[in-house]
């Protein structure tokens, strides 16, 4: 999803920097790919399918995806199925899930019959194992689990939504329902590798050598039904720092348990809205640059930087701004964290004005 792209705003990725990547995590024994079919606006799964194609299949896993809000009429789901598999240049899945699963999503896939054509796709052995991804309740996710048996569930996990998102719920519904744990935005959209200065001395002081990636990762990992831990790497630096983290990964200890609970309590005195970068509100109809906009708005209450947001927010056309806003709704739907999106703006462009 934050593949490395040749321009800030536009989805081409750059293929040369993720060859590179993908090569480096090879040789390191990172061996499992995860996409969907609208990351890169498709560009994500055509680019695993083309570089993936210098490594025997059975030596990595290629994960993707159901976006059931694409379907339009019942067909569309195989239809979806078949040009995931061509743009990934693959005859099969090693994971397979229902994308983004919450209410609504949950009685589309009910609607549009995905889960017994899934179901039919993993028979005839084009998925190995079959799963889905969560936005929404501990109580939506019981309902799913009860619904029917799955291999696997990825749901978003890390030390600042433990709490403040009820993970911890969501994990332990899993976990006592025996299925094993994904775990997506363990840096919740990066936020929690740069933090806030003071929560970052924090952990300074208390390891030098290790990144704010690292003690996250190092978080989501220690847990016991955790299967696999995803991080968007955008930089092959990113990849470096998390490959140290895993050559061998060492589980948190208590006494660093509790300097992370006291990083957190600094930091969530800063965060003012809770975006992951994750752009599923995108595109805007009017354009406005949703997540851009909550990034900057975040780094200036985190650092107080008030010149810096200026600064960074006037390059943003102003046709895109918080102010461009229309209030239509669209967005919020989308928004897996359930964020008042036009409500947020709007307070961030009357504090701009
Ligand atoms: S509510 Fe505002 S930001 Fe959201 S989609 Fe509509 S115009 Fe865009
Ligand atoms: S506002 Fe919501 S949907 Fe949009 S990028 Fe942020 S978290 Fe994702």
New binding site residues.
């Given amino acids: 999803m934050r593949l490395p792209r040749l321009s800030p705003d536009r989805p081409d990725i750059d293929q040369a920097t993720v060859k590179k990547m993908i090569d480096r995590a090879m040789k390191a024994g990172c061996n499992y790919f995860d996409t969907a079919y609208m990351y890169h606006d498709g560009l994500s799964e055509r680019c695993l399918g083309e570089l993936l194609q210098a490594y025997p299949r059975d030596s990595y896993y290629l994960t993707d995806k159901m976006p059931v809000w694409f379907a339009k009429n019942p067909g569309d789901i195989e239809k979806i199925f078949r040009e995931q598999l061509a743009r990934c240049k693959t005859d099969y899945f090693d994971f397979y899930m229902l994308h983004a699963l919450d209410t609504a999503n949950w009685k589309l896939a009910q609607t549009y019959e995905a889960c017994e054509f899934l179901a039919r796709m993993k028979k005839e052995g084009k998925i190995r194992k079959l799963g889905f991804s969560f936005h929404d309740t501990p109580e939506v996710l019981q309902q799913i689990v009860d619904a029917q048996e799955w291999d696997f569930a990825q749901i978003q996990l890390n030390y600042l939504d433990w709490e403040l998102y009820r993970s911890r719920e969501q994990y332990e519904i899993l976990t006592k329902a025996g299925i094993p744990v994904i775990v997506m935005e363990p840096l919740r959209g990066g936020s929690l590798a740069t933090l806030s200065p003071d929560a970052t001395e924090i952990l300074k002081t208390a390891d030098p050598g290790s990144s704010n990636a690292a003690w996250a990762l190092r978080y989501v990992a220690s847990l016991p039904n955790v299967l696999c831990v995803l991080s968007g790497m955008t930089l092959p630096e990113h990849m470096e720092d998390n490959l140290k983290t895993f050559s061998p990964l060492k589980p948190l200890t208590d006494s660093e348990r509790k300097t992370l609970d006291l990083a957190l309590a600094a930091y969530r005195k800063r965060l003012a809205v809770p975006c992951t970068a994750c752009r599923y509100?995108m595109p805007?109809?009017?354009g406005?640059e949703?997540p851009r906009i909550f990034g900057l708005y975040n780094q200036y209450k985190i650092t107080g930087n008030k010149w810096l947001f200026l600064n960074n927010y006037n390059a943003i056309p102003e046709d895109s701004g918080a102010s461009?806003?229309?209030?239509?709704?669209?967005?919020?739907k989308h928004c897996p964290q359930k964020i008042d999106?036009?409500a947020q703006?709007k307070k961030i462009a009357a504090e701009i004005a």
């Fill in positions: 509100c805007c109809p009017v406005v949703i461009a806003c229309v209030n239509c709704g669209r967005c919020v999106i036009p703006l």
